[in-house]
């Protein structure tokens, strides 16, 4: 059974015009989807729907096979614990006046997870290759590449089987970059990852299957080798072409 299922899912802010437009994917547990768009196709907002924290205007979204239903308070709780995210900028997204532990340690605490606390947290941080000691710091005391690892440990530390990355390197710069595409690496081996991206070359390099988005509509999805050497949309083309390393990559 696939983890997350959109049929026919639009989605317009308020009563504006649609930014979605009868989205259909899967999301299969031990396949990593690339979702690439160009800004403002719709990226984010099908990370929201899926997280729950909007509902479609029209069609369904199922995780395991039940309704994404966010007033139905006991699927909730096991779908906050089974799903995780991880947001764009690593300077706005922790909270400045937590140490690192409790900011790790929040989701374990806001689902009441039975586990032993300092340990589950020093498992996060080991994963993510950062030091014990980091858990009495504060996040301004971290780099952009440090403060990402941080925000994936608090994704990772309930033992998610699904994390949704929105633009995770954007603001770092390339070197850091390519740490934490090896970090998105091994973690894959144990969680499935869901990559939104306006880099094809980035996700191309954890995804196996890319959804490519125009403009709120999906224009063309399938696995990503095979996007990467036949794309058949001329807008997938465009967005191969705008990303010069691709070559290095493919
Ligand atoms: N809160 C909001 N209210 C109204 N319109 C919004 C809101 N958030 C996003 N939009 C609009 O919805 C469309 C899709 O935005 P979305 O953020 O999902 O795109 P994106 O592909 O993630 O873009 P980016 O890469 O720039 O974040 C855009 O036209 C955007 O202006």
Do not use: W
């Amino acid at each position: 059974m696939s983890l997350v299922d959109l049929a026919a899912v639009s989605f317009a802010y308020g009563r504006g015009r649609s930014v979605l437009d009868g989205v259909d994917l899967r999301i299969e547990a031990g396949r990593n989807l690339g979702i690439v768009g160009e800004s403002g196709s719709g990226k984010t907002t099908i990370l929201r729907l899926m997280l729950g924290l909007a509902r479609p205007t029209a069609g369904r979204i199922a995780f395991r096979g039940e309704p994404l239903d966010p007033g139905n308070r006991p699927f909730m709780r096991g779908f906050r614990r089974a799903v995780q995210a991880v947001f764009q900028d690593p300077y706005s997204s922790l909270d400045p006046r937590q140490k690192v532990a409790d900011i790790i340690a929040e989701p374990l605490r806001s689902l009441k997870v039975e586990t032993d606390v300092d340990a589950a947290v020093a498992g996060a941080l080991a994963s993510v290759d950062l030091p014990p000691d980091t858990a009495g710091r504060y996040p301004h005391e971290f780099s952009g590449g440090q403060r990402q690892r941080i925000a994936i440990a608090r994704a990772i530390v309930s033992r998610p089987d699904l994390v949704l990355a929105d633009e995770v390197v954007s603001a770092l710069d390339l070197t850091t970059r390519i740490r934490i595409v090896d970090l998105l690496k091994t973690l894959s081996e144990k969680t499935t990852l869901v990559l939104v991206s306006h880099d094809i070359g980035f996700v191309a390099l954890l995804c196996h299957d890319l959804v490519i988005l125009e403009k709120g509509r999906i224009v063309e999805q399938g696995p990503a080798r095979d996007i990467l050497s036949a794309p058949r949309h001329p807008y997938t083309r465009r967005l191969l072409a705008s990303t010069p390393r691709l070559a290095d990559f493919a």
